[in-house]
C-alpha cells in the first residue's frame, strides 16, 4: 500500500492514524473474507460473517446514506430474513408498517388484501402480519450500520478495480482515492449490484440477457396519504404491474413512491419506451378526479433500472468467490422484489463462505448455489406460471381477484402463494377452483 506523505509533521502523524486503520481494516482477509458490495445482499453477508466470528471487511465505491432507485417495499420474507440476522425495523416502524395492500385486476377488479399471518421462526414463534415501507438511502444505510454493530469492517469509497488468477484463488485490486490496496482474501463476496463489474471479470466478461425493466419516480402535493402498497396489473405492461406506495411526507404535504414493472419485450410490442410507459400508467391517476393520486405532482424524473430474475442454471461460483443480490440475478419474477431474495443470498454465501474459510474444500463453496435453489426456486416457478396466466389467461385473474376480496380464507392462501410462502400446487387444486367459481364451498 503506497503511503502518501506531507511535509508537516502534525499532517503525517494524521496521515499515519489514518492509513493504519485502513490496513487495520483489511487485517486477516487471508483467513477471512472480502465482501464488495453494501446493498441489502453484501451487508447482510457481512453482519452473518461477523456472528460467525469470520474475519470480514465489507466494501463500497460509495459512501453512505447513498440514493438507490427502488420501489422501497420490503416483504414478509424480507423481514423474516433481517430478523435471522438480528436486525429490527422496529424504530421505523410507526410510519412503514403496511398491514395490507391492494391488488387491482386487468379489468379493475380490486382485491383488497391483508397480510397472512406468517410464524417466524426467528422471532420465537411469533407472526409477521405486515409489509414494511421505508426509502432505500435509509434501509440500506441502517442495516450497514447493523453489520458494523456485528462486528463486519466497513470500508466505504473504495473502489473495485480488478481481479487476477492467484493459485487457487484470487488476487484483488481496489482503490481509496489514488491509494492502490492489495488483496488476497480467502474467499470473496460480489455483491456490487446488477451491473456488477466483479462479476463481469470473474465470468470472462460474460453479459446477461436484461429481460425486465423497473420505471419510478416519487410524486409530491398529494392531497391525502398513500394508506398502503398497491399493485396495478394494467393491460399496458402485463405480465408486469403499475406501483403506488407511500412515501415519507415533505413540507408539501404527501408523496408516493409510484413505478412499472414490465419485460423489456413490451416495449417493441407496444412501440412506446420505457417514460412512456410510465406516464401511460400515471399520468390519467394524477388527471383523475378522484384517487390518492388526483392532482399529484411529479418530483423526480422517471428513471429505470433492470432487473434479473433467478434462475438456477446460472453460474455463482468461480473458484472461491460467490455471486449475491443484484449480482447473482436472484429477484422474483412474479413481483421484481429483490430484497428479501439478496438478504437470503447473502446470507448463504456467508454460510459457503464461512465453511470454506474453515476447511479450504471447494466442495464447500459449491453448496452454495444448491442451498439457493432449495430456497428460491419454488418461488421461481410459482412466479413463471402466474407470469403465463396474468400474459394469456388474465381472465382468471379478475376472478380469483374478485372472489378474493369477499372470502379471507381464499384470499390468505392467494396471498401466501403470491407472496411465495406456500407452494402453488396449494392454489391451484380442484377445491379451490370450487371455491372460486361457488364462493360458499369450503376450502
Known amino acids: 500500500?503506497?503511503?502518501?506523505?506531507?511535509?508537516?509533521?502534525?499532517?503525517?502523524?494524521?496521515?499515519?492514524?489514518?492509513?493504519?486503520?485502513?490496513?487495520?481494516?483489511?487485517?486477516?482477509?487471508?483467513?477471512?473474507v472480502l465482501v464488495v458490495g453494501a446493498g441489502p445482499a453484501g451487508s447482510a453477508a457481512a453482519a452473518a460473517l461477523a456472528r460467525l466470528g469470520v474475519p470480514?471487511?465489507?466494501?463500497?465505491?460509495?459512501?453512505?446514506?447513498?440514493?438507490?432507485?427502488?420501489?422501497?417495499?420490503?416483504?414478509?420474507?424480507?423481514?423474516?430474513?433481517?430478523?435471522?440476522?438480528?436486525?429490527?425495523?422496529?424504530?421505523f416502524s410507526t410510519r412503514g408498517d403496511m398491514p395490507r395492500c391492494d391488488f387491482v385486476s386487468p379489468a379493475g377488479r380490486v382485491w383488497r388484501a391483508h397480510y397472512p399471518r406468517l410464524e417466524s421462526a426467528a422471532r420465537g414463534g411469533a407472526t409477521i402480519d405486515h409489509g414494511?415501507?421505508?426509502?432505500?438511502?435509509?434501509?440500506?444505510?441502517?442495516?450497514?450500520?447493523?453489520a458494523r454493530a456485528c462486528g463486519a469492517r466497513i470500508v466505504e469509497r473504495c473502489r473495485y478495480r480488478s481481479i487476477a488468477s492467484d493459485g487457487a484463488g484470487w488476487r484483488v485490486e481496489l482503490s481509496i482515492g489514488d491509494e492502490p490496496v492489495t488483496l488476497r482474501?480467502?474467499?470473496?463476496?460480489?455483491?456490487?449490484g446488477e451491473?456488477?463489474?466483479?462479476?463481469?471479470?470473474?465470468?470472462?466478461?460474460?453479459r446477461r440477457d436484461e429481460e425486465w425493466l423497473a420505471v419510478r419516480a416519487y410524486l409530491r402535493s398529494l392531497r391525502e396519504p398513500v394508506p398502503q402498497m398497491s399493485f396495478h396489473f394494467t393491460r399496458d405492461v402485463l405480465p408486469g404491474y403499475g406501483w403506488i406506495f407511500p412515501a415519507?411526507?415533505?413540507?408539501?404535504?404527501?408523496?408516493?413512491?409510484v413505478g412499472v414493472y414490465f419485460r423489456y419485450s413490451r416495449l417493441a410490442q407496444s412501440g412506446h419506451s420505457p417514460k412512456e410507459l410510465f406516464r401511460r400508467f400515471v399520468s390519467p391517476l394524477i388527471e383523475a378526479t378522484d384517487g390518492v393520486l388526483r392532482g399529484a405532482e411529479l418530483e423526480t424524473t422517471p428513471q429505470g433500472y433492470p432487473i434479473t430474475p433467478y434462475d438456477p442454471r446460472r453460474r455463482l461460483v468461480f473458484r472461491n468467490a460467490l455471486l449475491a443480490g443484484d449480482a447473482a440475478g436472484v429477484a422474483d419474477p412474479l413481483t421484481g422484489e429483490g430484497i428479501g431474495p439478496a438478504i437470503r443470498s447473502g446470507e448463504l454465501a456467508a454460510a459457503a463462505a464461512a465453511r470454506f474459510?474453515?476447511?479450504?474444500?471447494?466442495?464447500?463453496?459449491?453448496?452454495?448455489?444448491?442451498?439457493?435453489k432449495d430456497t428460491l426456486n419454488a418461488t421461481r416457478r410459482r412466479g413463471l406460471f402466474l407470469l403465463y396466466l396474468l400474459e394469456r389467461q388474465s381472465w382468471l385473474?379478475?376472478?380469483?381477484?374478485?372472489?378474493?376480496?369477499?372470502?379471507?380464507?381464499?384470499?390468505?392462501?392467494?396471498?401466501?402463494?403470491?407472496?411465495?410462502?406456500?407452494?402453488?400446487?396449494?392454489?391451484?387444486?380442484?377445491?379451490?377452483?370450487?371455491?372460486i367459481y361457488w364462493p360458499a364451498r369450503r376450502l
Open 1 to 32: 500500500m503506497v503511503t502518501p506523505r506531507s511535509g508537516d509533521g502534525s499532517d503525517e502523524a494524521n496521515d499515519d492514524a489514518a492509513h493504519g486503520a485502513r490496513d487495520a481494516a483489511f487485517d486477516d482477509l487471508d483467513s477471512g
Open 56 to 91: 470480514v471487511t465489507l466494501v463500497d465505491r460509495r459512501s453512505f446514506p447513498r440514493e438507490k432507485i427502488c420501489g422501497d417495499g420490503i416483504s414478509p420474507l424480507a423481514l423474516e430474513g433481517l430478523a435471522r440476522l438480528g436486525f429490527d425495523l422496529g424504530r
Open 132 to 146: 414494511f415501507v421505508i426509502a432505500r438511502h435509509e434501509f440500506d444505510h441502517a442495516l450497514l450500520q447493523h
Open 185 to 192: 482474501p480467502a474467499a470473496i463476496i460480489a455483491a456490487d
Open 195 to 206: 451491473h456488477s463489474t466483479l462479476r463481469r471479470d470473474l465470468s470472462g466478461g460474460a
Open 248 to 257: 415519507d411526507p415533505d413540507t408539501d404535504g404527501p408523496r408516493a413512491n
Open 357 to 372: 474459510v474453515h476447511t479450504r474444500e471447494p466442495a464447500d463453496l459449491l453448496r452454495y448455489p444448491l442451498e439457493l
Open 397 to 435: 385473474v379478475d376472478r380469483l381477484f374478485e372472489r378474493a376480496d369477499g372470502d379471507r380464507r381464499l384470499a390468505d392462501r392467494v396471498f401466501r402463494v403470491l407472496s411465495g410462502d406456500l407452494p402453488l400446487r396449494r392454489i391451484f387444486r380442484p377445491s379451490v377452483f370450487l371455491r
